[in-house]
């Protein structure tokens, strides 16, 4: 494998904030703002941003609602997402495959 596969990675996935935030919702259907925010231990603005650059490039949905009188925001990742998602872990896979010593 040569070094542009390192240059295929998805960049708005790469970003390691953005990374767990993707992470976190491949492994559950939808999470509250504040269950990501407590789990990854982020300022309310850095996820804000980081969720924002998810939902604009089409890989996250963010529902906003209401929970008795209190407003509830759950981010869920979409199918396009989870595609993408699946691919930048592929890629992850084969790189290390490629770079692993032959005798291991």
Excluded: W
Excluded at 13 to 28: N, Q, T, Y
Excluded at 58 to 84: D, F, I, M, N
Excluded at 85 to 100: G, M
């Amino acid at each position: 494998m040569n070094p542009e596969s390192f240059q295929q990675l998805d960049r708005v996935i790469h970003e390691k904030g953005r990374l767990a935030i993707m992470s976190l919702l491949a492994a559950s259907p939808q999470l509250s703002f504040t269950e990501i925010r407590g789990t990854l231990g982020m300022t309310d603005g850095n996820l804000t941003t980081h969720i924002r650059a998810l939902q604009q490039e089409g890989y996250l949905a963010v529902t906003k609602s209401h929970e008795g009188s209190r407003p509830l925001t759950t981010c869920a990742l979409t199918s396009q997402g989870r595609q993408a998602f699946a691919a930048y872990i592929s890629l992850l896979e084969q790189i290390v495959q490629a770079h692993r010593p032959q005798n291991v």
